[in-house]
């Protein structure tokens, strides 16, 4: 998983916010902003491409496998 770039930090910080949202403390930790949005929006855009990536990573080793060893 890809976890040094500017997305993942934008994911966790999104993940952050949600947990305020989820287990509000106060009034205003219900409130969901415009940098609130970005960051789930970024997030969701990160998770996407993270699942397209190590599932076609997946498949890529499953299609050599099954060439090198069931494959005649």
């Known amino acids: ?41 970024v997030a969701g855009m990160w998770v996407q491409e993270e699942f397209r990536r190590l599932f076609k990573a997946r498949v890529d080793n499953l299609e050599a496998y099954i060439n090198k060893h069931l494959v005649n």
Do not use: C, Q
């Not at 976890?3 to 989820?22: H, M, P, Q």
């Not at 009034?27 to 609130?36: I, K, P």
């Open 1 to 41: 998983m890809n976890s040094d770039g500017e997305d993942y930090r934008d994911f966790v910080i999104a993940k952050s916010y949600r947990n305020k949202l989820t287990h509000p403390k106060t009034f205003y930790d219900v409130e969901v902003t415009d940098d609130d949005m970005h960051y789930y929006s």
